[in-house]
């Protein structure tokens, strides 16, 4: 089956155009749908295998990222929502679409209870720049199948992840749906700079447990080529860009789906 990806615009979202090029660029097919328009037809969304929250700044960040949108999506699309991750589907967030997510309680674990947030970064400033992505093996997430490092730039000045509580943390590490942190240049974890926000762990995304959902706080889809990284200027080319993320999806979705 052929990739067929709704990716949300409206309010503030700004990253939808890079992230079309990205599920085209990879094999699949993705229409940039207004959030209205699902809004006043939900069962448009069964229509499609593979959901994606790009990012942007929803609703300008008020009452918090994302809070405002996973509003609307609670509220008008829980149903579909439900539908959709019932028929084993992806989703996939982005930075403000991963705060969305969270908000809407559907990461870590996908039954509309918020067991984590995202707050503003530890430095107190918005964080502008590339991170070094270190990826768990063990995880079962279908995205970050096969890469062992990304460089991806980190857009975001509430980035900071925090788990419900001490149980929600260990169901997260014991089960690995932490699928990629940041870690410094020698593939270690560290501090800030290395993790631009002072998350838990260095928490870079989160998955549930079945890997076929999935948020993360960097951009892979804007490291969709090899000269889009600083790094290809100094003759280092990055083991795996952006792209290798939605080939992942798009290859699940042909395979599985």
Known sequence: ???HAA???GFGINCENETKYCIEKTGGEADIIHINKLIDAPSLLQTYNFLIFPGGFSYADHLGAGKVFSNKLMY???ESIQDFLRDEKLIFGI????????KLGILPTTDFNQSMTIIQNDSGKFEDRWVRLKINQNSK??????IHYLDLPVRHGEGKIILKNEQVFLDVLNNNLCPIQYVDLNGRLAGYPYNPNGSIQNIAGICDKSGRVFGLMPHPECNNHYTNCPLW???QIPEANGLKIF????????ERL
């Not at 080939?247 to 042909?254: D, P």
């Open 95 to 102: 930075c403000n679409g991963f705060q969305m997510l969270a």
């Open 141 to 146: 997430c279908i995205y970050t199948k096969g």
């Open 247 to 254: 080939e992942n999806a798009v290859n699940y979705i042909s």
């Open 76 to 78: 008008a699309l829980k």
């Open 1 to 3: 089956m052929q990739t």
């Open 233 to 235: 200027i100094r003759g």
């Open 7 to 9: 990716v949300i615009s």
